[in-house]
């Protein structure tokens, strides 16, 4: 079945512990992306990948960082947690940019 | 001003109505649209493409004027099972925007 992963589904954790959210697709998908999704704010892109070895900066970037070292994988690591990192995560993936993007069933992140 | 726009609604309509959504862009170059639906505490899915010509499936109709640069999802007989928010996406060379979406209760 043609998908994307995300795990942990949720967590609680406290600032400052270091936290990995891992993202897999089986679509062979080339471009790949975090979002998080907040009231009122609807989705906004935190980073993104075209490829493997390729990953550039989101509108929303400042306390993230990524990898993409397997085109299927694309984990997001939060170094230092704060509070204002709370939020609804999603990773997504597509064919390229331009095309329709699948999601991950979310990660639900809640840093006291 | 947000690159793309919705009312937020919530839309609150009975079963069987006629519902339409209109969505508003800014940036003229952007090359793609979609509409995505999401239900509560779920991931988006793609609900329909948006093709210049204007495209329906089933009681779904989704149009593009790119030149008030708006996009419009109608929903016609509406059931219970539409009720969810949806996500109008723009999307053009550089970046894929989404609109902050419109909630859609359908009642009995």
């Known amino acids: 079945e043609a998908q994307v992963t995300q795990n942990p589904r949720y967590l609680i954790t406290v600032t400052g512990k270091k936290l990995t959210v891992t993202c897999s697709q089986n679509?062979?998908?080339?471009?790949m992306s975090w979002y998080r999704q907040d009231p009122g704010l609807g989705l906004r892109q935190i980073y993104y990948?075209?490829?493997?070895?390729?990953?550039d900066k989101g509108d929303v970037p400042e306390g993230y960082k990524v990898s993409r070292k397997e085109k299927r994988n694309f984990p997001l690591i939060l170094e230092s947690p704060s509070p204002n990192q709370t939020s609804l995560y999603f990773c997504a993936s597509s064919l390229s940019r331009m095309n329709e993007q699948f999601f991950g069933p979310g990660t639900r992140l809640t840093v006291l | 001003r947000k690159e793309v726009e919705q009312d937020p609604g919530p839309f609150n309509v009975p079963e069987g109505a006629t519902v339409a959504f209109n969505c508003t862009y800014s940036?003229?170059?952007?090359?793609?649209f979609f509409w995505y639906r999401q239900d509560c505490r779920k991931e988006p899915k793609l609900l329909m493409s948006v093709y210049s010509s204007g495209n329906e499936d089933g009681r779904f109709t989704a149009q593009l004027n790119r030149a008030s640069q708006y996009i419009s999802l109608l929903i016609r007989d509406s059931k219970l099972s539409d009720s969810a928010t949806y996500l109008c996406?723009?999307?053009?060379?550089?970046?894929?925007?989404f609109g902050a979406g419109t909630r859609l209760t359908v009642k009995p």
């Open positions: 990948s075209m490829n493997v070895e390729v990953t």
């Open positions: 940036n003229s170059a952007s090359q793609s």
């Open positions: 996406v723009v999307n053009n060379n550089n970046d894929m925007r």
């Open positions: 679509m062979n998908h080339e471009y």
